[in-house]
């Protein structure tokens, strides 16, 4: 049974419209983010029964990236990406902070130490110190 949004009494979970719309591979992936914080439904944390309804904000975190975006269908059944990709639509400012920061990582340094041999105590503090200030 598959629920569109040409249905006029339309009842689809969280978890499950995750998964239609092709966030995340299997529903239990969807069902762990959820139930892990990693996904909010408007201002708030979702819990995974929660029915999804058309114009809904979800907000979605898959480190490093997050997404917002707003419900444009609803559905319950995984379809092709085409379809799936016609059931929601990111904001403006999620797509350019994404962006902003697919650029920042991809022109990022890399770290390199030239000591030759095996890092030294202070060697290791200053690389512990390096990534604790990263994300």
Do not use: C, Y
Not at 17 to 34: D, I, Q
Not at 35 to 61: E, F, N, W
Not at 93 to 108: I, M, T, Y
Not at 112 to 120: A, E, I, K, L, V
């Amino acid at each position: 049974m598959s629920n569109t949004d040409d249905s006029a009494n339309v009842h689809v979970r969280l978890d499950k419209w995750l998964w239609a719309a092709r966030f995340f591979k299997t529903r239990s992936l969807a069902a762990e983010a959820v139930d892990g914080g990693k996904v909010d439904l408007g201002s708030d944390r979702a819990k995974r029964s929660r029915v999804v309804a058309i114009g809904d904000v979800i907000t979605i975190r898959r480190p490093p990236f997050s997404q917002t975006v707003v419900v444009r269908g609803v559905s319950d059944t995984r379809g092709s990406s085409t379809a799936a990709a016609t059931l929601w639509e990111e904001t403006a400012e999620s797509r350019q902070a994404r962006e902003l920061l697919a650029f920042q990582l991809k022109n990022a340094s890399t770290l390199t130490f030239h000591s030759g041999g095996r890092p030294t105590k202070r060697d290791r503090r200053e690389i512990q110190r390096v990534r604790n200030k990263w994300p």
